[in-house]
Each structure stands twice: as structure tokens, then as C-alpha cells.
């Protein structure tokens, strides 16, 4: 696996805040906090998955991170009613998308819908999160295969050429906007998993360019151990990323600033 130099720390606002008056008072306290720590981290340091409508005025305004939105079309240009494709997010201010969030699957995802929606993205050159993650383990490691044939199945049309703009976000569901995070020993045994469908699809030197990260109930006082023993290459945080306060606590603490 490649290390990056800095960890990629994404936050996921879902239906939050309200409305767009929040949205920027929101992204201008957080380039507040961060500017004061800027000699300790890059010029931009995290990513916020926003709500779409938000996208072009929220992209203008944030100084410190990068606006993406939580899904994305797979459909091509033209007669589809109420969605968006990647041109049209990117044409807005985005730079990257979610795909696969459970919430997103919960609707009706399809695996079909799933892989259109990732190879379209990745052509587009969106940096694409794809979001993986079982809704329960078993004591013989069904779940791990399931993954795998996860992974495999999203990725079944995606070019070579396309993995280094990929990333997989590890999000057992079973940690999602509860009290109760996997263990770092968890996380690690599934980024292995990962890492072992990405190679069968490419090889290994394409699914070394791949980063992984992990989300499910992160906060600051466990942020950083995902990073130091989970094996991940940063985060994708839900609830503590929708407070100023706690969304800061956990990029500086992933930064040691
Ligand atoms: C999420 O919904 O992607 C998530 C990780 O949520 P939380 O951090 O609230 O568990």
C-alpha cells in the first residue's frame, strides 16, 4: 500500500445543516479553526460530503477542504428525471462523490446501479469513495467473501488506468451512527480483504493505489488509532462531522496539530 503523506479525512454531512445560511457559517468557523493551525497542515486538509444543492456556493467558500457530494448518477447524459451525473457535479464545484453509502444501498441501490455509478464517476475523473461494509459478522468469516465479492462487483467496470483515483471506505454497518466502533484489530482484518479483491481484479500493483478508510462511529478519542493500527489511510465520519467543533478536534488530531 502507498501511504499518503497526509490522511484523508472526509466528513459526511447527510441532511444536515438546514439550510444554506448554516452550511456557510459552518465551513467559514471550520477554515477559521484550521487557518490558525495551518503551519501544521496542508493548505486543504479534509473533504465534506454535502448536500448537492449546497455544492456551488459551499465550493466557493471553503478554503481549507474539498466539497464533494454523497452519490452520483450512472446514468449517461439526457432523459433520466431527478438525479445527477458526474459532469454536472464536477461543472458545480465538486471534486469528489460517495458511492455505495449504506444509507444509499438502504434505498434501493442496486449492484448493477452501483458499478455504472463508479466506473462513470472514475471517467469522469471525480475521486470516487466507494463505501463497503456488512451489516453483521459471522463466526465463520461469510461476511469477509461477501465483502470481497462486494468490492469485485462494483469495480467490474472500472479500467486499470482508473484505481488511483479510487477509494474504498471500510463502513461496517453495524457501526454507523451507533455508540460502538469496530476495534482496530477488526478494521485491519477487512482492509486486508480489500486489498486482497482489489489485487484479484488488477493486480497488485494497481490495488497498492488504492487508499482505504474507515468509518462507523468515529470520534477524537479513537480517530487516530484507525490510522496508526487499523491500517487505514484515514477516515469517513458521520455525526462528528457535522460540529465545528468536533470535526476539528479530529483533523487536528489525525495531523498531531
Ligand atoms: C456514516 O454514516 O458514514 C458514518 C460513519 O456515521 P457515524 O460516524 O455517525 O457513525
Not at 500500500?1 to 447527510?14: C, D, F, H, L
Not at 449504506?102 to 455509478?117: C, I, L, M, P, Y
Request: proline share 3%.
Amino acid at each position: 500500500m502507498t501511504k499518503r503523506t497526509s490522511p484523508i479525512i472526509v466528513g459526511n454531512w447527510k441532511t444536515t445543516p438546514a439550510n444554506l445560511n448554516q452550511a456557510i457559517k459552518f465551513i467559514k468557523a471550520i477554515d477559521k479553526k484550521y487557518s490558525s493551525k495551518k503551519n501544521k497542515m496542508p493548505k486543504k486538509g479534509f473533504y465534506l460530503a454535502v448536500p448537492e444543492i449546497f455544492i456551488s456556493e459551499i465550493s466557493k467558500e471553503c478554503v481549507h477542504g474539498y466539497v464533494g457530494s454523497q452519490n452520483v448518477s450512472g446514468v449517461s447524459i439526457g432523459q433520466t428525471t431527478g438525479t445527477t451525473i458526474p459532469s454536472q457535479l464536477l461543472s458545480a464545484g465538486a471534486t469528489f462523490t460517495l458511492i455505495g453509502h449504506s444509507e444509499v444501498r438502504a434505498q434501493g441501490e442496486t449492484a448493477d446501479q452501483r458499478s455504472h455509478k463508479v466506473a462513470l464517476s472514475l471517467q469522469s475523473k471525480l475521486l470516487t469513495i466507494l463505501c463497503v461494509g456488512e451489516h453483521k459478522r459471522d463466526k465463520e468469516g461469510k461476511y469477509l467473501s461477501e465483502l470481497e465479492e462486494d468490492v469485485r462487483k462494483s469495480l467490474s467496470l472500472v479500467s486499470r488506468n482508473n484505481f488511483n483515483n479510487l477509494i474504498i471506505a471500510y463502513e461496517p454497518v453495524w457501526a454507523i451512527g451507533g455508540d460502538t466502533p469496530a476495534t482496530t484489530h477488526e478494521c485491519f482484518e477487512v482492509v486486508i480483504a480489500i486489498r486482497r479483491a482489489l489485487a484479484s481484479l488488477v493486480g497488485i500493483d494497481y490495488a497498492k493505489k488504492v487508499h482505504v478508510l474507515y468509518g462507523g462511529t468515529v470520534t477524537k478519542e479513537n480517530a487516530l488509532s484507525f490510522i496508526q493500527e487499523g491500517g487505514v489511510d484515514g477516515l469517513l465520519i458521520g455525526r462528528a462531522s457535522q460540529d465545528v467543533v468536533s470535526f476539528m478536534e479530529i483533523i487536528s488530531s489525525c495531523y498531531g496539530a
